[in-house]
Nanobody, 128 residues
Framework: QVQLVESGGGLVQPGGSLRLSCAVS????????VGWFRQAPGKEREFVAG????????LFADSLKGRFAISRDSAKNTLFLQMNSLKPEDTAVYYC?????????????????????WGRGTQVTVSS
């Protein structure tokens, strides 16, 4: 059973930064694709960023390019999401997700149905 545990959320002022972490309990070849999604109150879960454990090739939601960065430490099976210049509309629960199969293409990365394993989420609140 693959487990994902997010950490690093919290309250931050507009313009601030946060770094989320996700510890993944599987080997990189078991879950070759990992990513971040978020869900704001009253809204659907949306794709934030995704990356392949091996080879990289990260993808981002268009609206977040330039502010968010995804990285991974394959040796420690840990995924990161660096969030800068945060805005109140970034307030949401952020989820780490992993897929047991490899896929390619932006559309595939954005579909939450393509991910087999999910963390419980970490709350990010951007407010003054």
């Amino acid at each position: 059973q693959v487990q994902l545990v997010e950490s690093g959320g919290g309250l931050v002022q507009p313009g601030g930064s946060l770094r989320l972490s996700c510890a993944v309990s599987s080997r990189t070849f078991t879950t070759p694709v990992v990513g971040w999604f978020r869900q704001a109150p009253g809204k659907e879960r949306e794709f934030v960023a995704g990356v392949r454990w091996i080879g990289g090739g990260s993808l981002f939601a268009d609206s977040l390019k330039g502010r968010f960065a995804i990285s991974r430490d394959s040796a420690k099976n840990t995924l990161f999401l660096q969030m800068n210049s945060l805005k109140p509309e970034d307030t949401a629960v952020y989820y780490c997700a992993a897929s047991g199969t490899m896929f390619d293409g932006f559309d595939a990365f954005t579909r939450h149905a393509n991910y087999d394993y999910w963390g419980r989420g970490t709350q990010v609140t951007v407010s003054s």
